[in-house]
């Protein structure tokens, strides 16, 4: 899961950093023909020629990164990708478990407790088989000792369990707020946008300030799907301290 996400959050890197190359060029165009005539410095154009070159350099790690991303994909599958598919908020899971149903649930899936529970039947059937009249006492006190150590161990199972499934609501709660968050920003974003091209139609504003709403919605988008992303993780780690 961890390389699909890198490859979508890397498309929406190269989209974004896309956004900003043209915001920056569309700026260095426009200040040129302002120094063109005389309405701006040669310094000023010059800090516009400077953003332009960076947000081009930038564009270019952001590419090399989608690659890397790609690749590293396409290796762990063993095939090409063609195209990957964002998630959507409706393949998240349904509802979550209260911690008790948690720990009943790790209690008999657990790995970890039930590699615990196997020693101790283990060590209560070696002690079974001497705890007798003709076995030696050092023979019976060594089982009785290891029946004891695996009782311990399944209840430090127990414990360490419990405390991963905590941590992990925790982590699918600070997930969950944040993609609320994403969700509330990227709506105001998208509010933006909407009211800076009625003014860009209306004449108000520049096609600069236009790209620049148009970059701050796909940035929130970014950031939307990125939280979405987190917000997955944090279901699938829930799972994994059930079972691990």
Same mark, same amino acid.
């Given at each position: ?7 979508v ?8 950093? %896309? #956004? *900003?190359?043209?915001?920056? &060029?569309?700026? @260095?165009q +426009?200040?040129? $023909?302002?120094?063109?005539?005389g309405? /701006? ?51 998240l899971? %349904? #509802? *979550?478990?209260?911690?008790? &149903?948690?720990v @009943?649930? +790790?209690?008999? $899936? ?5 590699? /615990? ?6 060590a209560?059937?070696q ?43 925790a ?10 968050? +994403?969700?509330?920003?990227q ?20 096609r ?9 919605l ?6 939307l ?20």
């Open positions: 899961f961890n390389l699909f996400a890198e490859l959050e890397a498309q929406a890197a190269v989209e974004a950093q %896309e #956004g *900003t190359a043209r915001v920056a &060029e569309i700026s @260095a +426009a200040m040129a $023909a302002r120094y063109e005539a309405a /701006a410095t040669e310094s000023e154009l010059t800090g516009a020629q400077s953003e332009l070159a960076s947000a081009e350099r930038s564009l270019e790690e952001a590419r090399t990164g989608l690659q890397f991303a790609r690749d590293s994909l396409e290796a762990f599958l063993g095939t090409g990708v063609v195209e990957v598919r964002p998630l959507r908020e409706s393949q899971p %349904e #509802g *979550t478990p209260t911690e008790e &149903e948690l @009943a649930s +790790a209690g008999e $899936a657990n790995r970890r407790i039930r590699n /615990a529970e196997r020693a101790l039947v283990d209560e059937e002690l079974a088989a001497v705890d007798n009249a003709y076995s030696a006492a050092r023979e019976i006190e060594t089982a009785r000792e290891r029946v004891q150590n695996a009782e311990e161990a399944i209840s430090d199972a127990r414990d360490a369990v419990q405390l991963s499934l905590r941590q992990a609501l982590n699918l709660d600070a997930a969950r707020n944040r993609y609320e968050n +994403a969700q509330a920003s709506r105001s974003a998208a509010e933006s946008f909407r009211a800076s091209q009625a003014r860009f139609e209306a004449g108000t504003i520049s600069v300030a236009l790209e620049e709403a148009r970059l701050s796909g940035s929130s988008e970014a950031s799907q990125s939280a979405l992303h987190a917000l997955f993780r944090a279901h699938l780690q829930l799972e994994m301290a059930v079972l691990e």
